[in-house]
């Protein structure tokens, strides 16, 4: 396909990535909406955290775009990253879907895995209805409006109902010289009384110029249902990473959501938790380690609007070098959410006098019969720690990164994805020593690390051992 000419983000782009997928008219119209808010709105709305808003801003002029599919080889593009024990994966190169496969027990049962354009032209009344409905709604934050509106790749995954799923479906992306910005618009759905468990990779190749991914993820978990949704992102330096993720669930629903955030010069993620129905339950594990001059701007959010609704989610990460964190987040429990559960808590370690962090909880409450709490520390590597171990014959560097991965163990041994569990481990004891490691397959790891450890630690009744507001 012959290339067409870069551009900046304007309304003409927009007609033009549309024209260049096929789209019908309604998905043009919701991307020139969106792209009316995406000009009217300020990058940070909430007045709590205007003041953090330039030093973690997104210089999206930087970046130029063009409509159309890079054309992608994929037995050399994929060279080096992947066994070829591989199922049930998706594989994008770039901005384009390279291959995709299902077992054929999976395809048999209904269960989908594809691109979102591939499911417009087979379902196009089911994506009207999930774009109708977004969680990540463009009137609520800039970038989030800014992907709804230039999205030019996406993923469809849905579980019909009753069908379980024990193993991960998986997508893979990987960067190798982007000629224009990755950004995506995700839905992911699991139908009543079905079990899924996804996992999304993201890695660079090459990079040699700087680059953007950008994406929103619409996760619904429908009555009776259990996701548990892992994501990995191993992007390099020259890359700038945006993410708004919703997650609704429903009546009786279950779902986790757990992130390892690595890569990247920039990152900002914002998730948020609908506990839309009765009994719904919903958890989040956010871990991160930044070194250099990365910064990473997190915001996490739990609203509870139905009652006997349980949410927790949890940020720890580690900060060397320049690097620069900042966690927001918010708790709200409507009138109606009684008997609501919430838990919100962030906890950094700075391991240089130059590193920075921030950690900003709230809470907003309607309801007296509930339970909520927040919590956020920063702190520094324990000195009694480090002198307990030196004086049991450890050197001190080795004392230190002791510590250091032993910091992240109350939530990575959460985690309820054993191949994210255990490859976070992987991949944190790499990035301490200086190494870019990515996922590996489980004999990989086995022959790497040793004995695996599937068993996930249990949970804690958190709200009555601590809570602010009952």
């Not at 950690?359 to 909520?372: H, Q, R, W």
């Not at 790497?448 to 068993?455: F, H, R, V």
Request: glycine share 6%.
């Amino acid at each position: 396909m012959p290339q067409a000419s870069l551009t900046s983000f304007d309304e003409g782009l927009v007609g033009s990535i549309s024209a260049s997928l096929g789209e019908p008219s309604w998905l043009t119209d919701a991307r020139l909406e969106a792209f009316g808010q995406f000009v009217a709105l300020p990058p940070e709305k909430n007045p709590l955290y205007t003041k953090y808003a330039k030093t973690f801003d997104i210089a999206l002029d930087r970046f130029k775009a063009a409509a159309g599919r890079s054309e992608i080889d994929f037995r050399s593009f994929f060279t080096g990253y992947l066994t070829g024990n591989e199922s049930d994966i998706l594989l994008q190169g770039n901005e384009t879907q390279v291959h995709a496969e299902l077992s054929r027990d999976l395809s048999s049962k209904g269960v989908e895995l594809t691109s979102l354009h591939d499911a417009l032209g087979q379902d196009e009344e089911a994506v009207r209805e999930l774009v109708r409905g977004r969680l990540v709604k463009s009137e609520t934050d800039k970038y989030a409006a800014f992907v709804n509106a230039f999205f030019n790749c996406g993923t469809f995954v849905r579980v019909p109902r009753g069908v379980v799923l024990d193993k991960p479906l998986r997508k893979m992306l990987l960067l190798d010289s982007p000629r224009t910005p990755v950004i995506e618009q995700n839905f992911i759905v699991a139908e009543e009384e079905a079990r899924l468990v996804y996992l999304e990779e993201q890695y660079s190749k090459g990079v040699p110029s700087p680059a953007l991914v950008a994406s929103t993820t619409e996760i619904l978990a429908r009555p009776n249902s259990h996701i548990d949704f892992s994501s990995i992102q191993l992007l390099d330096d020259q890359t700038t990473h945006l993410s708004n993720r919703g997650l609704g669930v429903s009546n009786d629903a279950r779902a986790t959501m757990s992130s390892l955030s690595l890569g990247a010069s920039v990152s900002r993620s914002r998730t948020n938790f609908y506990l839309n129905g009765r009994g719904s339950f919903a958890e989040g594990f956010e871990i991160f380690f930044t070194d250099g001059e990365q910064r990473y701007d997190y915001e996490t959010n739990l609203v509870h609007n139905s009652p006997d609704s349980t949410g927790s989610t949890q940020a720890r990460g580690v900060l060397k070098g320049k690097s620069q964190s900042i966690f927001k987040g918010m708790i709200k429990i409507v009138k109606e959410a009684k008997n609501s559960r919430s838990y919100l808590a962030d906890h950094v370690m700075i391991l240089e006098r130059t590193a920075k962090s921030d950690g900003i909880p709230s809470l907003e409450i309607d309801n007296n019969e509930v339970k909520a709490t927040h919590s956020a520390s920063v702190v520094q590597v324990d000195e009694e720690q480090l002198f307990y171990l030196t004086a049991r014959g450890l050197p001190p560097d080795e004392a230190k990164r002791m510590v250091v991965l032993g910091f992240f163990e109350p939530v990575l041994s959460r985690v309820p994805i054993e191949q994210t569990r255990e490859g976070a481990r992987f991949m944190i004891e790499g990035k301490w020593e200086g190494e870019k490691r990515r996922l590996v397959d489980r004999e990989t790891l086995l022959a790497a690390t040793g004995e695996l450890t599937p068993e996930v630690k249990e949970s804690e009744d958190i709200f009555e051992r601590h809570y602010k507001y009952r």
